[in-house]
């Protein structure tokens, strides 16, 4: 199958040089690299013609006439690759040599795999790390796999992409305001459509500084715990963020309505799970807004029926559950 690269770029001079290079470095080299530049004032366009002219693969490098943003700038990249299977990569990272050889053994193994995630080491500007990886924080948090969505480590088949890009218009909102994004998308939809597959071992360094993108407490490089849970969310209940997930799961619903024979001709047949899974965390959320905003001495019966449903599931489980006990309404 041939392999893709789709690399979303903006002001990315002080580390893209080394993501390229990584790049070039793979046991499977890559059939081409997409970069799409959202407007950059720096040497990331010099710095990319340099590497293009000596890249052992086709570099195609599109200056986008205006600011797309974060999301639509990864997606217009995305549906630009002419690739079996596509990469998305952030322009700050650092690849292991075998990561697309893993990733393209994986889906050439596994037919009914559209999305496949890999675990990566948390390091600082300079790769420094202590082995700590994204997936080892968020296990330890209680959430497993299914919080690692970044698209720097996420591969797909073109076809999932072109089954599901571009995301609705409807979700313009959610993307102004990060509640949705391509690579959430991409792998949401894939988790609900239960094709997605996940490689536990680290096939990246996943550098964090003070601009990220990403700024959720596991992906900082260091070992983190439920403590460090509990003094981040324990004196307040974030309402407003569940209601905007309320609103996320609104459009996934939508488009699972709108596509689900799209999908069966692809051969994928689950949106009557997904759409019955989307059902159930909306319930969930929406016990939880009811349950945070209600007295303690009313508080406790809900908070034990919503765990023995199992609502607690979409939180962090049972620490979810003691939060609600001691926080105030």
């Known amino acids: 199958m041939k392999i893709s690269i789709a690399l979303a770029s903006y002001n990315g001079a002080r580390f893209i040089g080394e993501q390229l290079r990584s790049f070039a470095d793979q046991s499977l080299p890559p059939d081409e690299l997409v970069i799409c530049d959202d407007g950059s004032t720096d040497e990331t366009a010099r710095i990319v013609a340099d590497f293009a002219a000596t890249a052992p693969f086709a570099v195609h490098f599109h200056a986008n006439p205006e600011r797309l943003g974060y999301a639509r700038n990864f997606e217009k990249a995305i549906l630009l690759c002419r690739g079996d299977i596509v990469f998305l990569s952030d322009q700050d990272d650092v690849w292991f040599p075998e990561k697309l050889a ?73 993307i102004r305001r990060r509640l949705q994004s391509h690579d959430r998308w991409i792998n949401e939809l894939a988790m609900l459509l239960a094709v997605r597959r996940v490689i536990d071992a680290p096939l990246q360094y ?109 939180f962090y489980g049972w620490k979810s559950a003691v939060r609600d006990v001691v926080r105030s309404a």
């Open 102 to 174: 893993r990733v393209a053994a994986l889906l050439e193994s596994d037919p009914s795999a559209q999305v496949v995630v890999n675990d990566q080491i948390l390091t600082d500007a300079e790769l420094n790390h202590s082995g700590i990886t994204k997936l080892g924080n968020l296990r330890r948090l209680g959430t497993g796999s299914d919080g690692l969505i970044e698209g720097c480590c996420t591969a797909f088949r073109r076809r999932w992409a072109q089954l599901l890009l571009p995301i609705p218009a409807a979700a313009d909102d959610q």
């Open 206 to 314: 996943f550098r964090r500084y003070g601009t990220n993108t990403t700024d959720w407490i596991v992906s900082e490089p260091r070992e983190v715990g439920v403590g460090d849970l509990v003094s981040a969310r324990l004196k307040s209940a974030p309402v407003d963020g569940w209601t905007d997930r309320v609103g996320v799961l609104q459009i996934y619903q939508d488009w699972l309505f709108a596509n689900a024979a799209a999908l069966g001709v692809a051969g994928i047949t689950g949106a009557a799970r997904a759409l019955a899974e989307l059902a159930r965390e909306r319930r969930s959320l929406e016990a939880r807004i009811r349950l945070v905003q209600t007295p303690l001495h009313r508080r406790l019966p809900m908070i034990a029926r919503l765990l023995a449903e199992g609502g607690y599931g979409y």
